[in-house]
């Protein structure tokens, strides 16, 4: 599942999904005189929450294979601090009316006529918007066809299971139609790239590669001779990341630690005072009554909303240490420091 639901805002835009976080990039460009200057498509890398390349990966973790038409899309209004900021992230939802189913895994959920699923959406600034888009993958957009892997997930939606579980289907040919929110035939189509996702890779026939220039039928004939793995066939009542945790062994994060994630040593650059205290207010209602305190007296400290004598920084350094050594335990990741970045040195006019 790789769908962008709104995040909270800070500085341009962060989007993340219940699946799986989105880490995207903005493609440095500029105009002739050296000015920066927007691109056409936002590429964004994701470490996607399963993998979706391969005959296996669509066997093994989708629910149904169809031929499907997007037919409309819609979109939520940016919070009011992106409208205010002039800058953020729009969330967008698609219509997919089912043409054809071409394969079903036995006990699946029944496939609806039409599904409405989250998925990419757009950068905007200004009055300009600009499609975001995973990298050699479809965006899924109205008046396309397409071959989708779908799967119906933990939260009851129905989306395809990543970025490689959609193939541009338009004229009833694999590989024609929209690629990154262009429209492409089988001779200009990218080389598939397969997403980042955690654990060991699959190995199996790519379907993309395979499926290149062939009929849906093809396709329907592939998954039909491909074998699920076992551990997901095993877990066939969970849903479909759980079952992908059990074929890796993997404990599949909780919503807590999904939302802990800017904490994670891994996730880049320091924070600011105010980023810390908006990410700590994220995380404070998953928090118990005692632990609550903690992190409240947090967020009061980067509010610069606490008196700062000796005793309140003892206070504050003894929880800060108690909150970084539970979280890394909780979440089994290394807790980046929270020391914050320092504010920008006021600007003093001299007359």
Known sequence: MISMKRSRVVGSFVAASLAGAGILCL?????????????????????????????????????????????????????????AAGEGYISRTVKIDVAQKLWSRPGAPELPASVTSTVDGWSFKGSTRTPIARENASRLEPGHTYVIALARFGDGQWSRTGSGAALPYDSSVLGNGEVMSKTVTIEKAPSPMPPMVEGPGLDATEV??????QAASALASMLAQATAEPAAVQNAGLDPVSRYAKVTAQ????????????????????????????????????ESADHATTVTMLISYYRDELAQDWSTIAKVTAARASFTARLGSQCGFEVRSLTPNPAPAPTVSVG
């Open 27 to 83: 493609t440095g460009l500029t105009s002739d005189d050296g000015s920066p200057r927007r691109p056409s498509v936002i590429v964004a890398h994701a470490k996607e929450a399963l993998p979706s390349t391969t005959a296996r990966d669509w066997v093994s973790y989708a629910d149904h294979v169809a031929v499907v038409r997007v037919v409309s899309e819609g979109e939520d209004a940016p919070s009011a601090e992106e409208t």
């Open 251 to 286: 404990t599949v994060p909780t919503e807590y630690c999904a939302a802990a994630e800017p904490f994670s040593a891994a996730s880049g650059s320091e924070l600011s005072k105010a980023e810390i205290a908006d990410y700590l207010e994220v995380l404070l209602p998953y």
């Open 208 to 213: 993309a590669a395979v499926a290149k220039g």
